[in-house]
Every structure is written in structure tokens, then in C-alpha cells.
């Protein structure tokens, strides 16, 4: 990967499911991570009745960033339509929280799949 700054990032959802959930507080994500990545480990080792996926709970800022990763704005842009939501230090907050979102495989970053 060629150098880039955090401002220049764009983040690409690799999760594919998830819901919204109105509470009085905003709006909150719950992604929906499977539980194998192969259908047949489900089948055959999951109990009956249980969900093949797990339940991620967003925060209403979380949430509000994962509504803007759209896989064409950049971190920056990100950050600067939620100066509101995430305070003075909003590049710094979601670049943090994309960090974590990819260490954890829900997400990447758009110069990484180049």
C-alpha cells in the first residue's frame, strides 16, 4: 500500500447485514456477524432454534459512523459531517473507531483492496 493519511482513508463495509433501531437517543446499529463462515459448520453446529449470527450493539456514534461508511467518503468527510455528534477531535474519534472496526474484520479500507 502506497502511503496515505488517516484524511484520506475510505472505509468499505465488509459486513452485510445489520439493523436500525430508533431509540429516544438516536438511531443504533446492531450488525449482524456470523457465527461460521461456512453454511454447513452452521447447519451442523449450530442448535436448533439458536441465530447463525451475533449481535453487534452500536452506540448512537458508532452508529452514526457506520451509516456514513458508504465505501466513497473519505475518513475526513466522515469526520466533518459529524463534528457535531463526535466534538473538536471527530477525524481523531473516527479514525479510532474505523481502527477497531477493521481490526476486527467489519470493515477495510478501500486503498487496501487496490
Known amino acids: ?17 445489520w439493523e436500525e ?11 449482524k456477524i ?3 463462515r ?5 447447519r451442523w453446529f449450530l442448535p ?5 449470527y ?10 452514526a459512523v457506520w451509516q456514513r461508511i458508504d465505501g466513497n467518503k473519505t475518513l475526513e468527510q ?9 466534538g473538536e477531535n471527530a477525524l481523531t474519534r473516527t ?3 474505523c481502527s477497531r472496526l477493521y481490526a476486527n474484520g467489519y470493515i477495510t479500507f478501500r486503498q487496501l483492496q487496490d
Open 78 to 86: 466522515i469526520a466533518e459531517e459529524l463534528k457535531d455528534v463526535l
Open 54 to 63: 451475533i449481535t453487534l450493539h452500536l452506540d448512537v456514534r458508532g452508529s
Open 95 to 97: 479514525g479510532d473507531y
Open 38 to 42: 461456512n453454511e454447513k459448520f452452521a
Open 21 to 31: 433501531i430508533s431509540t429516544p437517543g438516536g438511531i443504533k446499529i446492531d450488525l
Open 1 to 17: 500500500m502506497k502511503s496515505t493519511s488517516l484524511h484520506d482513508l475510505v472505509p468499505v463495509r465488509i459486513v452485510t447485514r
Open 48 to 52: 436448533a432454534g439458536k441465530s447463525p
Open 34 to 36: 456470523p457465527r461460521f
